[in-house]
């Protein structure tokens, strides 16, 4: 697999990823899920699965969501 910096492409991954930064639940997922195994090696090679990871990873960052896309920043007590 390639390795992923922060500003990347617009491949599956980081689509999921900003998705989850953009706070869409999971059930977003604009890919169609492939009759597959989980966790398969085909799973994982499959956008469905990497828009999952991707936004698997998103919602865990530190952070989340970022400072622009935050309501009241600066004027929360
Ligand atoms: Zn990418």
């Keep these: 697999m390639d390795?992923?910096?922060a500003e990347d492409d617009?491949?599956?991954?980081?689509?999921g990823r900003e998705a989850a930064h953009?706070?869409?639940s999971e059930s977003a997922n604009p890919y169609v899920r492939e009759d597959v195994e989980v966790g398969s090696i085909e799973w994982y090679e499959t956008d469905f699965a990497l828009w999952?990871?991707?936004?698997?990873l998103g919602t865990k960052e530190p952070g989340g969501?970022?400072?622009y896309a935050?309501?009241?920043?600066?004027?929360?007590?």
Excluded: N, T
């Excluded at 617009?10 to 689509?15: N, V």
């Excluded at 999952?52 to 698997?56: A, F, K, M």
């Excluded at 935050?70 to 007590?77: L, P």
């Design 3 to 5: 390795e992923h910096d």
């Design 70 to 77: 935050q309501k009241g920043v600066g004027s929360a007590e």
């Design 10 to 15: 617009d491949c599956a991954f980081c689509l």
């Design 65 to 67: 969501v970022p400072w």
């Design 22 to 24: 953009q706070g869409a």
């Design 52 to 56: 999952e990871l991707g936004h698997g």
